[in-house]
């Protein structure tokens, strides 16, 4: 052994004392502490693990919400359709509107048949009459 | 005798036709066990590697406490062989981290124009007490020892400090110590080697009283 190697061992065994007996110094603060961390560390091992186990357990319950979430598919896919059909813009309720409002109604009642069939008529034989002969 | 004491270690291992449920509970608790006495052995040790490195008493607390965390978490199914090299790296990882991080507070809390003290807690009044050991004087050449000690462990860099730690505190071997800091066994021994000779340059052979 050289004397280098000598000497690195007793700083080595001279260190290894004085690190062992700063290990019996240290405050029983520190010492609850430690202990505390090493409990909850170890509250970690007790805690129920997610395995291939408790998956097959929970399959019943799985199956169960599954069939649940396709029915309730089903059932909306096939639910019956609103009974007003939505007009051009889409929105049926501009038709409510129409038909709650006051003005809607008194022109229902106003209904002036005579003016409608004369209007139609013209319409109608405008669209017969023979072309006007141009020049 | 002998046969006796291996029958009773035959009934008195858990029976199998009480179901998988019971062997797994007799399973998690010796397993616990095993954890809780490894830990126990570990903590004390821990708390001095954390605290040379970090120089601060809550974070070298609270790496120990991740490190211990971590451990249970992920590796605690792991063989209760290959737990203490594990926990060692776990806790030089934690202990980089907090390292880093620290570093980064200090660069952002430098530009703060009004900055706190670095550590502003209370002391503790129990922590504080005077020990009521029957020989001071020896005592406190052990501190004085210590003291020394740890500052010159404080100017190593971080892997020559650890390789020495780990070899002579927590009396680790090169392999192990290798597994611990993630590097070959070569790597530890040149880091060791490097340790002692920078320690011999500061503190010359150590000496202290017996």
């Known amino acids: 052994m050289s004397q280098n190697e000598e000497i690195a061992s007793k700083l080595e065994l001279n260190a290894r004392v004085v690190l062992h007996d700063s290990l019996t110094r240290i405050d029983a603060r520190t010492r609850s502490r430690l202990n505390q961390a090493r409990q909850r560390a170890l509250a970690e091992v007790q805690k129920p693990r997610w395995t291939l186990r408790h998956g097959l357990k929970l399959m019943p319950i799985t199956g169960a919400v599954a069939a649940a979430l396709v029915a309730a598919l089903l059932f909306f896919n096939h639910a019956p359709r609103p009974l007003l059909a939505p007009t051009e813009s889409g929105q049926p309720l501009e038709v409510l509107d129409l038909l709650a409002d006051d003005d809607g109604l008194s022109l229902m009642e106003d209904y002036d048949h005579s003016f409608y069939e004369w209007a139609a008529a013209e319409g109608d034989s405008a669209s017969e009459a023979p072309p006007e002969a141009s020049g | 005798?002998?046969?006796?004491?291996?029958?009773?270690?035959?009934?008195?291992?858990?029976?199998?036709?009480?179901?998988?449920?019971?062997?797994?509970?007799?399973?998690?608790?010796?397993?616990?066990?095993?954890?809780?006495?490894?830990?126990?052995?570990?903590?004390?040790?821990?708390?001095?590697?954390?605290?040379?490195?970090?120089?601060?008493?809550?974070?070298?607390?609270?790496?120990?406490?991740?490190?211990?965390?971590?451990?249970?978490?992920?590796?605690?199914?792991?063989?209760?062989?290959?737990?203490?090299?594990?926990?060692?790296?776990?806790?030089?990882?934690?202990?980089?981290?907090?390292?880093?991080?620290?570093?980064?507070?200090?660069?952002?809390?430098?530009?703060?124009?009004?900055?706190?003290?670095?550590?502003?807690?209370?002391?503790?009044?129990?922590?504080?007490?005077?020990?009521?050991?029957?020989?001071?004087?020896?005592?406190?050449?052990?501190?004085?020892?210590?003291?020394?000690?740890?500052?010159?462990?404080?100017?190593?860099?971080?892997?020559?400090?650890?390789?020495?730690?780990?070899?002579?505190?927590?009396?680790?071997?090169?392999?192990?110590?290798?597994?611990?800091?993630?590097?070959?066994?070569?790597?530890?021994?040149?880091?060791?080697f490097r340790a002692v000779q920078a320690l011999r340059a500061r503190l010359g052979e150590f000496e202290i009283e017996p």
């Open chain 2, 1 to 192: 005798m002998a046969a006796f004491a291996t029958l009773a270690s035959v009934y008195s291992t858990p029976a199998l036709s009480h179901g998988d449920t019971r062997l797994n509970d007799t399973t998690a608790e010796s397993r616990s066990r095993a954890l809780n006495q490894f830990l126990a052995s570990v903590e004390l040790k821990a708390f001095r590697i954390a605290q040379a490195s970090l120089r601060h008493e809550d974070d070298a607390l609270d790496a120990v406490q991740d490190a211990m965390l971590q451990l249970t978490r992920a590796y605690a199914d792991r063989s209760p062989d290959e737990w203490r090299p594990l926990f060692y790296r776990i806790l030089e990882n934690r202990i980089r981290d907090m390292q880093r991080r620290r570093t980064v507070r200090g660069r952002v809390m430098a530009w703060l124009p009004f900055r706190r003290e670095e550590d502003d807690d209370e002391p503790d009044p129990i922590a504080q007490a005077p020990s009521p050991d029957p020989a001071p004087s020896a005592r406190l050449e052990m501190d004085e020892a210590m003291q020394a000690l740890e500052s010159a462990l404080h100017l190593l860099p971080e892997r020559q400090r650890q390789a020495f730690l780990l070899r002579n505190l927590e009396g680790l071997d090169v392999a192990q110590t290798a597994a611990a800091m993630g590097c070959s066994e070569g790597s530890v021994k040149t880091h060791y």
